[in-house]
T-cell receptor, first 111, second 112 residues
Framework: EDQVTQSPEALRLQEGESSSLNCSYT??????LFWYRQDPGKGPEFLFT???AGEEKEKERLKATLTKKESFLHITAPKPEDSATYLC????????????FGAGTQVVVTP | GAGVSQSPSNKVTEKGKDVELRCDPI?????LYWYRQRLGQGLEFLIY????????KSGLPSDRFSAERTGESVSTLTIQRTQQEDSAVYLC??????????FGSGTRLTVV
């Protein structure tokens, strides 16, 4: 059965303290891995799509990487505005656009 | 429109009543998805539309749940005889191709 597991569940960082979030997956025929950011009371906001092992994408203080078994979201020198829940999702097999999500990592960055 | 629009943003209903949730996708997006997010949990897939047909309804939790879509436009998710376990945020997303779901802000449903 396909599974997406995110760790840690919650992360508290000091402003400027870099860290990484993990998303491990077991799926048949990965077609894409997605990272989203979700703020309270809002829908997920798209961040990155990764398609193949070795691929990396960057946006401001965020960098996403992908291996055959997991993806990391690195947050470099975070600011309080980076506080959010970060969701990982995979698209696999013949599911076309359907996404399977992990439970998310809640990140709090304190000044 | 500029983004995916959902209405209402909040809905409180009594147990046993029917509710309808509406989603207006991004103009031109052919694919539309409904997800459910229970408090503190990840998103659960409910149903996917390509145009006005639904090739994948595998996530609908029971026959009390149904959805329809008019052409490549508005979709309505209907929950009949609501139960307390139906309380959740219902999120709609749309995409032009197979990738790149863009989400609305959701409808928070509370069944009392």
């Amino acid at each position: 059965e396909d599974q997406v597991t995110q760790s840690p569940e919650a992360l508290r960082l000091q402003e400027g303290e870099s860290s990484s979030l993990n998303c491990s997956y077991t799926v048949s025929g990965l077609r894409g891995l997605f990272w989203y950011r979700q703020d309270p009371g809002k829908g997920p906001e798209f961040l990155f799509t990764l398609y193949s092992a070795g691929e990396e994408k960057e946006k401001e203080r965020l960098k996403a990487t992908l291996t055959k078994k997991e993806s990391f979201l690195h947050i470099t020198a975070p600011k309080p505005e980076d506080s959010a829940t970060y969701l990982c999702a995979v698209q696999a097999g013949d599911s076309w656009g359907k996404l399977q999500f992990g439970a998310g990592t809640q990140v709090v960055v304190t000044p | 429109g500029a983004g995916v629009s959902q209405s209402p943003s909040n809905k409180v209903t009594e147990k046993g009543k029917d509710v309808e949730l509406r989603c207006d996708p991004i103009s031109g997006h052919t694919a539309l998805y409904w997800y459910r997010q229970r408090l503190g949990q990840g998103l659960e897939f409910l149903i996917y539309f390509q145009g006005n047909s639904a090739p994948d309804k595998s996530g609908l939790p029971s026959d009390r749940f149904s959805a329809e879509r008019t052409g490549e436009s508005v979709s309505t998710l209907t929950i009949q005889r609501t139960q307390q376990e139906d309380s959740a945020v219902y999120l709609c997303a749309s995409s032009l191709g197979a990738f790149g779901n863009r989400f609305g802000s959701g409808t928070r449903l509370t069944v009392v």
